[in-house]
């Protein structure tokens, strides 16, 4: 990856965003354009060759021998299920305390979402509550336990070991949810080769963001790839016109992939300011409010910044009223959802707890160290 200096910004102000993707931009505009330009010459708009440089690219990058591109986050979560043959009867666990897609891509296959709680300290699925959920199921005889889709919130890895374990022992596949987290590691694998299959998201405000919509699936298992490749483009293999599978249109644009192939080359420099600004958060603030415990040997990919304070509302007030970008990521449980209240329900305390306490301030990779300080200074007068 090259590293590409950052403009020099000054803050007069006070004002610190919440996303700021025009700092961004200024410094791989040339590059970007430069790209764009390439495709509208050579007009392949739809799987275009950018997308299988950028495939090739996102495989590499993850150790693992496929990496299919497709239109969305949530795109890749459904087209996965659809490529495992999830379905009706079948049972997938999710955690309660993250984004609606997670479960909505469940319901999309007619597969039913089974929430489980997630840790205090992670705030990722809670092994020892999947294996309370899945005996659950078994014990009440009507759905087949077949996936468990762990969630890396906020960009920090799921507990692979522990969840593929009780997966393993149940003969469910393990599918990870990496829409935050593409850059994270647990030791030395990286986010999209921890798990049999993974998708991943590109939208504009993730680590690794495009222009518009975009995700990924990644896998090591070629039976899948080929699968996730015929579902992507109406279920039809090669250049043909018969549909061998019932598929979507679900592949990225080729523009979108030229997007991120410029950012791929300052991804790498980006990681690691994005972890510096981090560490800094975590030194200032640890004590004062809760922060996201990163376990030893975890690396997250920083997508979010989240902490957690009883006075989280009150909090939220103050932050606009100094002019600190925040946002609640998330404020409702799943299973508390109006479109998940046929689902199964059953007692998820932290997950309620956590969408009742926790918010989110700037993180990206553009924040000067007087910003992150700025935002440091008002939460710890508010929490002082």
Known sequence: ???????????????????????????????????????????????????????????????????????SGRDALMIGLMALGVGPGDAVFVPAFTFAATAGAVCSVNATPV?????????????ADLKRAVDEILAAGELTPRAVIPVDLYGLPADYEAIGAIAAKHGMTVFSDAA??????????????????????????????????????????????????????????????????????????????????????????????????AARYDAALKGIVGVQKRPQGFFSGNALYTIKTADRDRLKVELDAQGIGNAFFYRVALHQHPAFAAYPARPLPISEQLAETVISIPMNPDLTDEEVDRVIAVVKAFAG
Do not use: W
């Open 1 to 71: 990856m090259v590293s590409q200096s950052r403009p020099a910004v000054t803050v007069t102000s006070g004002r610190v965003a919440f996303f700021d993707l025009q700092r961004q931009q200024r410094r791989i505009h040339d590059d970007v354009r430069a790209r764009m330009d390439a495709v509208l010459n050579h007009g392949q708009f739809i799987l275009g060759p950018e997308v299988s440089e950028l495939e090739a690219k996102l495989a590499a990058y993850s150790g693992v021998p496929h990496a299919i591109a497709v239109s």
């Open 115 to 127: 929430f489980v709680d997630v840790d205090p300290d992670t705030f990722n699925m809670d092994p």
């Open 180 to 277: 935050q987290s593409y850059g994270g590691r647990s030791g030395n694998r990286r986010v999209g080769g921890m798990a049999p299959i993974t998708a991943t998201s590109f939208y504009p405000t993730k680590p690794l963001g495009c222009y518009g919509d975009g995700g990924a699936i990644l896998t090591d298992d070629d039976a899948i790839a080929d699968a996730v490749r015929t579902l992507r483009s109406h279920g039809r293999q090669g250049t043909g016109d018969v549909a061998v599978r019932n598929g979507i249109t679900g592949r990225l644009d080729t523009l979108q992939a030229a997007v991120l192939l410029a950012k791929l080359t300052i991804f790498e420099d980006e990681l690691e300011r994005r972890d510096v600004i």
